[in-house]
């Protein structure tokens, strides 16, 4: 299985703009379907965004969308989610996620099918 180790968390004032990165270890990256979840104090692990193989397919928590992007560098074994216009309720810690997967378009919004999975980053918006 791959190894995923998140970076580039941290605090940030509501409004503003973080991107955290997840990368990963091996020479199978693009076998991958890749997520990032979320979990907040208290609360259960949840689904953020997804992207598939080749990038070309990408899905979104409402809660998220027209904020959130993620993205994946196949040649760097990378993926990235750039969070804008954060607000105090998206603290929490963000985990990253893979899912190996034979097609190069497919996504999955579930945690319980990802495989491997980081060891999380935490972010934090202040009001």
């Known amino acids: 299985q791959v190894q995923l180790v998140e970076s580039g968390g941290g605090l940030v004032q509501a409004g503003g703009s973080l991107r955290i990165s997840c990368a990963a270890s091996g020479r199978t990256f693009s076998s991958y379907v890749m997520a990032w979840f979320s979990q907040a104090p208290g609360k259960e692990r949840e689904f953020v965004a997804t992207i598939s193989r080749n990038g070309d397919s990408t899905y979104y928590a409402d809660s998220v969308k027209g904020r959130f992007t993620i993205s994946r560098d196949n040649a760097k074994s990378t993926a990235s989610l750039q969070m804008n216009s954060l607000k105090p309720e998206d603290t929490a810690i963000y985990y990253c996620?893979?899912?190996?997967?034979?097609?190069?378009?497919?996504?999955?919004?579930?945690?319980?099918?990802?495989?491997?999975w980081g060891q999380g980053t935490q972010v934090t918006v202040s009001s």
């Open positions: 996620a893979a899912r190996p997967s034979s097609s190069r378009s497919n996504y999955y919004t579930a945690a319980t099918v990802y495989k491997s």
